[in-house]
């Protein structure tokens, strides 16, 4: 069975070729997506104010502050969904959000 | 060799429950199917059943934790009526779009208002588009007979669609009646063990149930469905024929009582089929050629074999114990004639509402359903083609 969902789905399947209920045996399916291209707010990581307390990352309920080596690095802009939830999180001022321009 | 009783259909489906041992039973109580989980409980706290019996705080939460427990794995049961049913009714389409075989004890009532507690079908007729395989039982041995055969319907592969079985309230459910039962190991064997290909406790692999379907795929995913419910009517009467062997006891898509050379007949669901056969009997004593239909399978319906069955009769009647407020009569007639809308010879049809929120059924109430179908056939036009049986004018 393929790994990816978009292989074993496309637009072009067959009703037949369908799993019953369209059930989906494959995990981490939203890393082949885009989910949060309808975003109207947009983080901004300011990176200087940053002290790495890493408090905003368990506070993101999409798991789009990605962290390497104990440190944050830039937002997952491929699935953050511009909740701000990381600007209160943040005891230093280094997230702001703006309004995206599309 | 089989066991004689006397049990209520209330008991006589917490029996087939017990004898099944399911995985998961999740129920709140409402009149009249209140008894099924009262039974089942005292089974689990005998030692009886392996059952996880849980206690919920509503029925939408009954059905919820069923569709859980079910897509966990788990084969799994539960038991309303009424409101109960209807404070389901979200979850009985996710139920069965997610293709979770679960099987539901309907024990049919009247939806408020004016608030009854009695017997009709207005709580599963307004479930017949869930996409959940409906059965009724004319009596205590049906209900029962019907269970034991629920989960080889519902969780066959060409199926994996839930199923209600359904007996009308306090006529079927409280009155004690005599019984055969099958002996526990026979039904343990003739049920089988759950065996889900896929389950989320599988450890072996991941797997998301309920995804959301884009328009792309929407229409795809409800064909599938909908080919479960077609692929239902052959599964149904495998599973009977199989049921023959261990019980002497036969079962169709629906039950022809005298109806080979009838000129009259009447088409109906549930108990009053019991009331009718007396009418018959006795119209058949005085010479006339009457008979019956009663719908066992209503999902999926059996449209083609009802048209065929019904084809030489002059006219019929077909029994709504629900109404269907759209001004032209009741659920049952209108499928019972979309059947018989494309075959050349067909009988002239009227529709009645009859016995609804427990309003007495009598032979006499038959029989005049029967002179009325005599009289259709004199004047040979239908006339009033939706009437209520027996009401006060």
């Not at chain 2, 859980?68 to 049961?77: I, N, S």
């Not at chain 2, 539901?104 to 009695?118: D, E, K, Q, T």
């Not at chain 2, 669609?161 to 459910?173: E, H, N």
């Not at chain 2, 008979?291 to 009647?317: D, H, S, T, W």
Request: glycine fraction near 6%.
């Amino acid at each position: 069975m393929s790994k990816k969902v978009s292989e074993m789905y496309t637009e072009t399947s067959k009703w037949k070729e369908l799993t019953p209920g369209c059930d989906i045996y494959v995990a981490g399916t939203s890393k082949e997506f885009r989910t949060g291209d309808w975003r109207t707010d947009m983080p901004i990581f300011i990176v200087e104010k940053c002290k790495q307390c890493l408090l905003c990352v368990p506070a993101c309920p999409d798991s789009s502050i990605p962290v390497k080596d104990g440190k944050r690095g830039e937002f997952d802009l491929d699935h953050c969904k511009g909740c701000g939830i990381c600007v209160k999180a943040c005891p230093f001022d280094a997230i702001k959000m703006i309004k995206e321009e599309k | 060799m089989s066991i004689r009783e006397r049990l209520s259909g209330n008991e006589a489906v917490a029996i087939a429950m017990r004898q099944i041992n399911p995985d998961v039973m999740p129920a709140f109580p409402i009149t009249p199917s209140t008894e099924i989980p009262q039974y089942f409980s005292s089974f689990v706290a005998n030692g009886l059943v392996d059952t996880e019996f849980v206690t919920v705080e509503s029925e939408h939460s009954a059905m919820s934790a069923a569709i859980g427990a079910e897509a966990a794995g788990a084969r799994t049961l539960t038991a309303t009526s009424s409101c109960g049913l209807a404070l389901m009714w979200e979850e009985l389409y996710v139920a069965a779009s997610n293709r979770l075989p679960i099987a539901l004890a309907l024990v049919n009532r009247a939806l408020s208002g004016p608030i009854n507690i009695n017997a009709d079908h207005s709580d599963s007729m307004g479930a017949r588009d869930s996409g959940w395989i409906q059965i009724y039982s004319e009596n205590n041995q049906e209900a029962y007979d019907n269970f034991v055969q629920a989960y080889r319907i519902a969780e066959h592969a060409d199926v994996r669609l839930p199923i209600m079985i359904c007996q009308d309230g306090f006529i079927t459910s409280h009155a004690v009646e005599n019984i055969n039962l099958l002996e526990d190991d026979i039904v343990k064997n003739f049920v089988g063990e759950y065996e889900p290909e896929n389950y989320l406790l599988n450890n072996k692999t991941s797997m998301a149930v309920g995804p959301y379907a884009t328009p792309a795929f929407y229409m795809e995913a409800k064909r599938a469905q909908s080919q479960g419910m077609n692929n239902a009517k052959q599964v149904i009467l495998d599973v009977a024929k199989e049921f023959k062997t261990i019980s002497g006891r036969e079962y169709g898509l629906f039950e022809e009582y005298k109806l080979d050379d009838a000129e009259t007949a009447i088409v109906i669901l549930s108990s009053a089929a019991g009331t009718a056969k007396d009418a018959i009997d006795k119209l058949r004593s005085e010479g006339k050629k009457v008979g019956l239909l009663k719908i066992r399978v209503f999902r999926p319906f059996p449209a083609e074999e009802i048209a065929q069955a019904l084809k030489n009769c002059k006219a019929i009647a077909v029994m709504d114990r629900s109404e269907g407020f759209n001004s032209q009569g009741g659920p049952v007639c209108a499928e019972v004639k979309s059947g018989l809308y494309n075959i050349d010879e067909k009988p002239l049809v009227v529709n009645y509402v009859y016995g609804l929120g427990g309003r007495d059924v009598k032979v006499e109430s038959i029989e005049e359903v029967y002179a009325a179908l005599d009289k259709i056939v004199a004047d040979k036009t239908v006339g009033e083609g939706y009437r209520y049986l027996s009401i006060r004018e």
